[in-house]
């Protein structure tokens, strides 16, 4: 049975709902600890819902694609309880919620006429009418840097950088960098394959460039080193093992080397769910290859990170099935080394030395080579003319 989602809550009841006495602690049946509810025991949420459009995501079933959020003073007071909690230690871990990015309606048509069917307000391309503006989330970070007992807030929720390059005013992106990066900012491209990202309904790839060029900018202006770690997908539908190989290649070349990836794993209501089990792409019923098999699955996880010894039998096979052993040797390009005895990339082997002319033989003689008077010696060179002072100190020498 499927229930038709609850209605977005409006500003003030976000408010209400959130001002509720709550314990901020595991239940009780717990006995032993949480350890996750660290991570999240100072984490503020400040928005529901998510225009983002991605199509492997369900938080758009769960909380619809409208976002509505609570006002400065409801997130600035839960801040404030969170200072009195004797475990708190100066950090607020996250102020964020389903794109941390998001505070309002994603155009101002949506708020008469609701959200537009079968169009996407990011991707492939941003829409005309989209308001992007963070000013009234720039305002709620700078109020909560203001408050007594806080160092630091973070920003660690999906940022969703598509939507903060729409926006003119550098503001925020400007102080997201300075103040509220605790080391790195994590963004999900997903992919770098324009094919695959249509799929996924992703921007493309040369928006997380550009997105990533202006972040680097950014860190050097003000001389702080913070690194950026994108979220990447594996065997999503419409991923071919040869687009995993593509994606491998640049991360190789930018040196990166993720920690983690994330397999597609079908959820349900999903566009990209529909694609998995079907292999047909619903909007236009064109047919979708699906990586299905859980050996391929797990090559196109293992050529994102290559660097594992552990995954390297999977990757040795990825690239012989793709015809890509040109990625195995000593080359800058290459993704893994040759081992001994395999038939790749090997050095080539070292041209065999001409041989030597032989020598002229020479000619015989007799055993009286050498010898003075003989005709076969040496001749003694002609010695030159004496100086006139050398001739007279000899004959000097020679009177008796």
């Known amino acids: 049975?499927?229930?038709?989602?609850?209605?977005?809550?409006?500003?003030?009841?976000?408010?209400?709902?959130?001002?509720?006495?709550?314990?901020?602690?595991?239940?009780?049946?717990?006995?032993?600890?949480i350890p996750a509810i660290e991570e999240v025991r100072f984490s503020i949420t400040h928005n529901r819902g998510c225009f983002g459009g991605?199509?492997?995501?369900?938080?758009?079933?769960?909380?619809?694609?409208?976002?509505?959020?609570?006002?400065?003073?409801?997130?600035?007071?839960?801040?404030?309880?969170?200072?009195?909690?004797?475990?708190?230690?100066g950090y607020i871990h996250d102020v964020g919620g389903p794109s941390a990015n998001f505070r309002h309606t994603s155009c101002q048509k949506q708020k008469k006429c609701g959200m537009c069917k079968n169009r996407s307000c990011l991707a492939p391309e941003p829409c005309p009418n989209l308001d992007a503006d963070h000013s009234e989330y720039t305002e709620l970070l700078q109020k909560m840097r203001q408050l007594?007992?806080?160092?630091?807030?973070?920003?660690?929720?999906?940022?969703?950088?598509?939507?903060?390059?729409?926006?003119?005013?550098?503001?925020?992106?400007?102080?997201?960098?300075?103040?509220h990066i605790s080391g790195q900012l994590k963004v999900a491209p997903e992919h770098c394959v324009s094919s695959v990202l249509d799929y996924m309904g992703k921007p493309h790839f040369d928006v997380f460039l550009k997105f990533w060029r202006q972040y680097k900018k950014l860190n050097e202006q003000d001389g702080t080193e913070q690194y950026l770690v994108p979220y990447l997908m594996s065997s999503h539908p419409g991923c071919t093992l040869s687009d995993a190989v593509k994606l491998a290649e640049f991360l190789?070349?930018?040196?990166?080397?993720?920690?983690?990836?994330?397999?597609?794993?079908?959820?349900?209501?999903?566009?990209?769910?529909?694609?998995?089990?079907?292999?047909?792409?619903?909007?236009?019923?064109?047919?979708?290859?699906?990586?299905?098999?859980?050996?391929e699955k797990a090559?196109?996880?293992?050529?994102?990170?290559?660097?594992?010894?552990?995954?390297?039998?999977?990757?040795?096979?990825?690239?012989?099935?793709?015809?890509?052993?040109?990625?195995?040797?000593?080359g800058k390009e290459c993704l893994l080394r040759p081992r001994k005895g395999e038939p790749y990339g090997q050095p080539p082997a070292k041209p065999e030395k001409p041989e030597r002319p032989s020598r002229r033989p020479r000619k015989e003689t007799t055993g009286n080579r050498g010898r003075r008077g003989t005709p076969t010696a040496r001749q003694p060179a002609q010695k030159g003319k004496m100086s006139p002072r050398k001739k007279a100190a000899f004959a000097k020498k020679r009177k008796p």
Not at 54 to 60: E, S
Not at 303 to 330: C, F, H, M, N
Request: glycine residues 4%; charged residues 30%.
């Open 148 to 179: 007594p007992k806080i160092k630091k807030v973070f920003v660690r929720s999906g940022i969703r950088y598509d939507y903060m390059l729409q926006d003119k005013n550098k503001d925020f992106f400007k102080e997201l960098v300075q103040y």
């Open 299 to 330: 090559m196109q996880r293992a050529l994102l990170q290559w660097s594992r010894p552990e995954k390297r039998a999977l990757v040795v096979e990825a690239l012989e099935e793709t015809g890509r052993t040109d990625l195995i040797g000593y």
């Open 54 to 89: 991605c199509n492997f995501c369900a938080l758009a079933f769960h909380q619809g694609r409208m976002v509505t959020s609570r006002s400065i003073e409801s997130v600035v007071e839960e801040a404030r309880l969170l200072t009195e909690d004797p475990q708190f230690k």
């Open 1 to 33: 049975m499927v229930n038709p989602p609850a209605r977005p809550l409006r500003r003030e009841e976000l408010d209400r709902l959130y001002a509720l006495p709550y314990t901020r602690e595991v239940h009780p049946m717990y006995t032993a600890g």
């Open 252 to 295: 190789h070349k930018n040196g990166r080397t993720p920690e983690q990836v994330q397999d597609f794993y079908p959820t349900p209501g999903t566009l990209s769910t529909c694609m998995y089990y079907t292999g047909i792409d619903p909007r236009d019923m064109s047919p979708v290859y699906v990586a299905r098999d859980p050996k």
